[in-house]
Structure formats: C-alpha cells, structure tokens
C-alpha cells in the first residue's frame, strides 16, 4: 500500500505524460471535445481510485488505452451511432511564427485532414488499429492484447489500412 503523497506524485506523473495522447485518440475516434474531455477525465478518476489495484506499473498506458476505447465503445453503444459513419471535421488551430511556418503548417494540417477523413471511411477495427499504433505508438503485441486479437490480425489490419490509405491519398494529392 502506498502513502497518499506516493499516490498522488506517481499519479501526477502519469497523468502529465499520457493526458494529450489520450485525449488525442479520443478526439481522432469521436471528434466530440466535450465527449473526448469527459472520457479523459473519467478515465483518470479511475486510474486514481485503482492506482493501488494495478499490479505491473510497466502497463498502466496499456491500462489507460483500454479504458479509454471501452469508454468510447460504451458512448457509441448508448448513442447507437454507427462507428463506420461517425465524422466530424478536424479542427486544429495554427501557431503563427513566421509566412514559411505558417505555409509548412497548413500543408501539414492539410495531409492531416486528408488522411483522417480517408481513415474515416475505413472500418472500425481497421482505423482502430491504426491509431493505437500511429498515434498511440503502441507496439503490436500491446496492441493484440487491447483488443484481444492475434498479432498477426493486428499486422495485417495496420497493412491493409496503410495500403488503402496511399491509394485514397495518391488519387487526392495527383
């Protein structure tokens, strides 16, 4: 059992490390801020009120991903939304530096839009995938048991979704 000053830094330091990455996911599964803020949120109640149950502290990403998605699933669930449909357009701001800067960062959030909206047209499990290992960095074997699938099913949906993903954006970028 830890004392509550323990508790409290080595939640604050997971917290600090993990919070724009969740909120990162969330957003890129739901494109709904209050939604995605409340899921982050909730998620870190729970990682604080269980942060003396979790036995190997190695896993607690692994263990905040998951809760995450079942918190997604569980908003899709209740609002009966169709996971494949759901879209809304990115909204992010640019920091003005510079003319090049902000050139440089239009073209990037410009391929950004593009891919999210192709990822978008793709099937939920296969855009899933993809951002647990694009966004998330999550190795495949981290992967596989978050979502209780083989490795070799992650590998091949994170193939096929790449794949469809260069076609869609080769014919919008020629």
Not at 16 to 24: H, I, T, V
Not at 25 to 44: G, H, R, S, V
Not at 126 to 155: A, H, P, T
Request: net charge neutral.
């Amino acid at each position: 059992m830890q004392n509550s000053s323990q508790k409290i830094i080595e939640f604050t330091l997971v917290y600090n490390q993990n919070k724009k990455k969740l909120y990162n996911y969330a957003f890129k599964m739901l494109w709904d801020q209050p939604a995605c803020e409340d899921i982050i949120q909730n998620t870190f109640i729970k990682l604080f009120e269980n942060l003396d149950k979790i036995r190997n502290t190695d896993r607690i990403e692994v263990w905040l991903y998951t809760t995450v998605r079942n918190q997604i699933f569980t908003l899709f669930r209740n609002k009966k939304v169709h996971v494949d449909q759901y879209y809304v357009e990115d909204s992010d701001e640019l920091e003005i530096d510079s003319s090049y800067k902000l050139a440089e960062q239009y073209e990037e959030m410009e391929l950004k839009e593009i891919i999210m909206t192709e990822l978008n047209k793709l099937p939920i499990e296969q855009r899933e995938v993809y951002l647990l290992k694009e966004y998330g960095g999550f190795s495949y074997k981290e992967i596989s048991g978050m979502r209780n699938i083989d490795e070799e099913l992650v590998k091949s949906r994170l193939h096929k979704t790449r794949q469809k993903l260069i076609k869609q954006i080769s014919k919008v970028l020629v």
